[in-house]
């Protein structure tokens, strides 16, 4: 009898033990101003990672009662937030832009001449590239000339692109290099002539002859660009990036690098629409690791305001006659979006007038009427007409740049006018057609800062709080529904909802740290917030510096 008394508690004691053993994990986050994310928005002060993915959320006291974490963060009572995701930049460009001339921020065409200047003493090479000029912010708001780069650089070609890279400025030895002359015929785009000479000035599609002459980067080169780019896009707290429009040897590369665990960013990938990646991918299929989602094509559809390229209605206000242009035949668009469209890949095209934003809404809809989970997207959708707006769904999703917004707004009506402006940056219409708005920055055609991104969709402001009142104030959206549009909403028209943009159980634990609470701070402080933090993953892969 003592015997089996003995056993009794003996068996009763190891289920004891067994009901109180806690649960191992690797990371136990604790005194923080958490947002979630989640459905209902909601916020905790706490959440447990373990294999690179949150496993619990709550208080303090709830999960270590239940968990035995290998490390613990106590947050300091500072804000963290699901890493953001970039929906449209152009990581490897912004990269390889570290390795060349910077023109952002010149106020005159003088200045990019001295800039080059400097570049050049300093780096001696064959072939000077660069980009960032913007001739809506100088003093005479013209496209310059190649004259003065001829005079002083009369050997070394030169070709140095508008800030929103759909226009360059070539030199007569590069023009020469490339093989243009006034003669080159092309197709979408221009190559500009004045009084029967060449001016250097190059838009859209014949950019490619130019670009065809440089020399060409090698892996070194590449990889160097996508860990350059690494470093400053976690510093911003940026945990996944959509790349707009790569090819498959800077896909290869990066998923290279990702199996090193060199690169641990998460990138979306939208590969060029070139005939060699079309028929590489479409007929391989999506390819998806943790790290690298390889599913979409991004198809240019016309230019850029700014340059006069976006394809409009009705012409340019500031320009009799002038209408921009498509830069591929309707027929060729029409053909690539039905080949797609028999794929499970998904289309992204870059429109920015109205003209190209109905030829893509109107070829999008008659494709994807019998499918209804597609989630094409329009990039950019900045130019809207009133009567296309219909078009937007969760299934043709409006992806905006809210910067481009505080960037053109200097000049937008004098391109655009009055009537039309009211169709432009309609960034709160298209959320509510959509149900949804991807919000992305376009870099390094702006700047990286996701809190520029932030600011600028709810304050509808530049970093001079103006115009007072904010532009198109109507078209601002809340500081709930940005946050949505760079987490959430971004991570959906991914398809990647599942596996991130919220601080969820079984989500990747990407997330970050910052040093004010972008959600409650006075709007023209949210530009200056910093990152403490950034986590990928679980892993600690950017700490701000004490300085």
């Not at 460009?93 to 910077?102: M, R």
């Not at 980009?131 to 809506?136: E, V």
């Not at 209605?313 to 668009?333: M, N, Q, T, V």
């Not at 030829?359 to 950019?380: A, F, G, I, M, P």
């Amino acid at each position: 009898m003592k015997k089996i008394l003995l056993n009794l508690s003996l068996l009763i004691l190891l289920i004891s033990c067994k009901g109180n053993q806690k649960e191992e994990a690797d990371l136990l986050v604790f005194n923080a101003n958490v947002y979630t994310v989640d459905k209902d928005f909601s916020k905790i002060s706490a959440f447990v990672v373990k294999d690179g993915k949150f496993v619990a959320t709550g208080t303090k006291e709830q999960l270590s009662e239940k968990y035995n974490a290998a490390e613990k963060l106590d947050a300091g009572g500072k804000s963290i937030y699901p890493g953001f995701i970039d929906a449209h930049a152009h990581y490897y460009n912004l990269g390889l832009q570290q390795q060349k001339v910077d023109l952002t921020g010149t106020k005159s065409f003088r200045e990019v001449v001295a800039r080059i200047s400097e570049f050049q003493k300093e780096h001696n090479t064959g072939f000077i590239t660069g980009r960032g000029w913007d001739q809506n912010d100088w003093e005479v708001k013209e496209f310059p000339n190649k004259d003065t780069l001829d005079r002083l650089f009369p050997e070394t070609p030169i070709a140095v692109t508008r800030i929103d890279g759909h226009a360059l400025l070539a030199n007569q030895a590069a023009l020469d290099k490339a093989g243009i002359t006034v003669d080159t015929k092309f197709e979408g785009g221009d190559i500009e002539q004045k009084n029967g000479k060449l001016t250097g000035i190059i838009v859209d599609n014949p950019m490619m002859l130019i670009e065809k002459a440089e020399p060409e980067a090698d892996i070194k080169t590449n990889t160097e660009a996508l860990l350059a780019a690494q470093e400053i896009c976690l510093s911003y707290g940026l945990t996944t990036v959509d790349d707009a429009g790569i090819d498959k040897e800077i896909i290869d590369l990066m998923d290279s690098l990702q199996k090193q665990e060199e690169l641990k960013i998460r990138i979306y990938a939208m590969i060029s629409n070139t005939p060699e990646n079309l028929d590489h991918y479409l007929s391989q299929g999506p390819y998806k690791t943790d790290r690298l989602n390889v599913r979409s094509v991004k198809f240019y559809g016309d230019g850029a305001l700014g340059s006069r390229g976006a394809a409009l209605k009705e012409e340019y206000s500031d320009r009799h006659g002038h209408f921009g242009a498509l830069l591929s035949p309707i027929s060729e668009f029409k053909k690539t979006a039905e080949r797609i469209a028999k794929t499970e890949f998904q289309l992204n095209t870059h429109a920015i007038g109205d003209s190209a934003n109905f030829v893509v809404l109107k070829t999008y809809d008659s494709l994807l009427k019998s499918n209804q989970n597609r989630r094409w997207r329009v990039e950019h959708s900045q130019v809207i007409d009133s009567a296309d707006f219909h078009y937007f769904s969760k299934n043709i999703i409006p992806s905006v740049q809210p910067t481009h917004a505080t960037s053109d707004m200097y000049w937008a009506e004098d391109r655009l006018g009055k009537e039309r402006l009211k169709g432009a940056y309609a960034y709160k219409r298209l959320l509510d057609q959509a149900g949804l708005v991807a919000l992305g920055t376009d870099f390094p055609v702006e700047k990286v800062s996701p809190f520029l991104t932030f600011y600028a969709a709810v304050a509808r402001q530049d970093t001079d709080n103006f115009p007072e009142g904010g532009f198109m104030k109507d078209q601002a959206l809340s500081r709930e529904e940005t946050l949505k549009g760079m987490t959430i909403w971004a991570a959906y028209s991914n398809f990647e909802e599942e596996e991130k943009g919220s601080i969820e159980p079984g989500k990747f634990a990407d997330f970050i740290i910052l040093d004010q609470d972008i959600m409650e701070i006075q709007e023209d402080e949210i530009p200056a917030v910093k990152v403490l933090k950034t986590f990928v993953g679980g892993e600690e892969v950017y700490t701000a510096s004490k300085e």
